[in-house]
């Protein structure tokens, strides 16, 4: 029979840091998936279910930084545009929205008739060790505003690619329109280490000079080249030799 002995590795420190960028207040730090519930009334609850506490422990939590409420809709020549539907009495000056926010080129929509919108965030992870960043849509909280669409995910390895993240969202339901309220859940986050028992722990990390060059060589690759995956071996002899700086 096969019995499996739980390792006591220490945490996968992770580095998370912003990226310079206006008005950087509004981007809260990401915190630990925290699930908010009574105290087990039996020894038996599923509060004290070793599979679910792992589980939630692993995923990473960032809150969505503005209030929004948007429309899509197309103009008479058929192109797609976003309409910010609560006008002069958004919390969002239209210009800082333009700034934000873009709507991704109708050629690359997954679906002809589901537009995508793109949300450029100055948040980065980084690592020394081995760690893949996988991005979910905030499954764990009841209660979130119903979305019309779908949010992208994504993965990449954050030791030797960390890029920007990105919130993109597949509209599906262009008569509906989309709410995003400040301090909701907006992405989850979770790392994939190559030992499966090492619970991740963010730490808060300095962009030194040489780190932040090489994140600026990063940026904007897809304009250039397709599969940018195939760039990750170049990338690995590049990297700085540190690039998780504990501020």
Known sequence: MFTRTRSRTAPAEIGWALMP????LIWDAPSAFDRKVAKPQSAKSVQLCPAAIDFDARNIVVSCPVDLHLRFDFDPKGQPHLVNIDGPQS???STALNQMLTVVARNEWRHPDRPIIQIVTPYVFLSDTPAWLNQFPPFLDY???AMPGLMIGGRFPVHIWPRQLMWAFEWHDVTQPLKLRRGQPWFYLRFDTPDPDR????VEAVLVPDVKAYIDSLSGVANYVNRTFALFSR?????????????
């Open 143 to 145: 209660g979130s505003l």
């Open 21 to 24: 960028t206006a008005a950087s």
């Open 199 to 202: 619970i991740p722990r963010l």
């Open 235 to 247: 990338a690995q002899h590049r990297r700085p030799e540190r690039m998780l700086v504990k501020a």
């Open 91 to 93: 919390t969002v000056r």
